[in-house]
């Protein structure tokens, strides 16, 4: 078992930045694939970034690449998530995921079997 909190989140206007942290504990950690989602009111979960633990390898949506930085702290168990030049429809309930296995379909939410209880970002114009 792999146990996820997430902190960081709050309320920040547009064109600031946050750093999301989510700590893991449980099973071994360095091995995970790890990623970030996001949840809008009405909207679906997407995927944000994920980092492979072993290898270093990084991926984001293609939307947000350049203002969002994932990164890992294996040593601490954390992962973040730095947010820069935030915008309004930035909003969204920010999840923590892992999975054990790397795969191809890492920008699945269906592919993680464990989540963190979420951190609420909101970015005011």
């Known amino acids: 078992q792999v146990q996820l909190v997430e902190s960081g989140g709050g309320l920040v206007q547009a064109g600031g930045s946050l750093r999301l942290s989510c700590a893991a504990s449980?099973?071994?950690?360095?091995?995970?694939?790890m990623g970030w989602f996001r949840q809008a009111p009405g909207k679906e979960r997407e995927f944000v970034a994920a980092?492979?633990?072993?290898?270093?390898?990084?991926w984001y949506a293609d939307s947000l690449k350049g203002r969002f930085t994932i990164s890992r702290d294996n040593a601490k168990n954390t992962v973040y998530l730095q947010m820069n030049i935030l915008k309004p429809e930035d909003t969204a309930v920010y999840y923590c995921?892992?999975?054990?296995?790397?795969?191809?379909?890492?920008?699945?939410?269906?592919?993680?079997?464990?989540w963190g209880q979420g951190t609420q970002v909101t970015v005011s114009s």
């Open positions: 980092i492979n633990q072993r290898t270093g390898s990084i």
């Open positions: 449980g099973r071994t950690f360095s091995s995970y694939i």
């Open positions: 995921a892992a999975d054990q296995y790397y795969s191809s379909d890492y920008y699945l939410r269906e592919k993680y079997d464990y």
